[in-house]
């Protein structure tokens, strides 16, 4: 298993996964606990409640692909895999999931349907799959943890661009976040994987997004880059990373990692 950290004056701070830990608020990270937690699904358990809340989340808006979501799917088990769960601290109720996938070791998903473009091909590609979060009033910031943790296991992994679909109007919220077309014109591509329905397909590069996110004063800057979120527990996250040794160091929010 990788070991990822923080150098600070020669010592390592370890990371929880690879969230942030307090020791990193000297450097001006603000810790921010929430209602919820996120955390990677480990048991049988786990996933049964993540495709719980996936199958109730898809039902309100395309009710005859969510029957086919009741059980997990072979994707959910598969190496180069996870599935992330949010969970209320009141009542452990599922508030929230997302499926992360790279190519690390097969194709994505999204290549059953679309040849990827030049400037895709021979990249690491992680994408973002079965997203769902619960009707009530906390979904918005639920789906905006996931991401933060999807973006942080990308940067763990090394993945140079996140992939996903969106239907419309949903593809609007990944625009504003500053995912590109992979089709040109944002042309919507039928997805073999979601059902056959059209979905415009985009892309966001890993590793400018800070750089990019403060050139354009992006609202959602601190909250990915300046805030540590303890209820954000990445642990587990070599399922997804595997086994390759970590480099000698690597940048996070402008500072050292160090293996």
């Excluded at 919820?36 to 309100?60: N, P, Q, W």
């Excluded at 910031?141 to 661009?161: M, S």
């Amino acid at each position: 298993m990788d070991t990822y950290g923080h150098a600070e004056q020669g010592r390592v701070i370890p990371f929880n996964g690879i969230g942030m830990q307090s020791g990193l608020r000297g450097f001006g990270i603000k810790e921010e606990r929430l209602p919820f937690t996120v955390r990677i699904a480990r048991t049988e358990t786990d996933l049964e409640k993540a495709v719980g809340i996936r199958a109730s989340a898809y039902a309100r808006h395309v009710p005859a692909f969510a029957e086919t979501l009741r059980r997990p799917e072979t994707y959910d088990r598969e190496q180069g895999s996870i599935v992330l769960l949010a969970e209320s601290k009141f009542d452990g109720s599922s508030l929230g999931t997302m499926r992360i996938q790279t190519n690390l070791g097969q194709p994505l998903g999204i290549e059953e349907s679309l040849s990827l473009p030049d400037w895709l091909q021979g990249r690491r590609l992680a994408e973002a799959t079965r997203l769902g979060v619960a009707e009530a009033g906390a979904g918005r910031v639920v789906k905006t943890v996931l991401f933060k943790a999807y973006w942080l296991c990308c940067l763990a992994a090394e993945i140079d661009w996140m992939v996903i679909t969106a239907r419309k109007p949903l593809d609007r919220q990944y625009q504003a976040l500053q995912f590109i077309d992979v089709v040109p014109g944002g042309e919507l591509v039928p997805m073999h994987h979601v059902g056959n329905i059209p979905h415009r397909v985009m892309a966001f590069e890993v590793g400018t997004a800070e750089e990019r996110w403060t050139k354009t004063a992006h609202p959602l800057l601190g909250f990915m880059c300046g805030i540590y979120h303890p209820d954000l527990d990445l642990s587990g996250i070599e399922a997804l990373v595997g086994h390759r040794a970590a480099p000698a160091e690597k940048p996070f929010f402008g500072h050292t990692m160090a293996a």
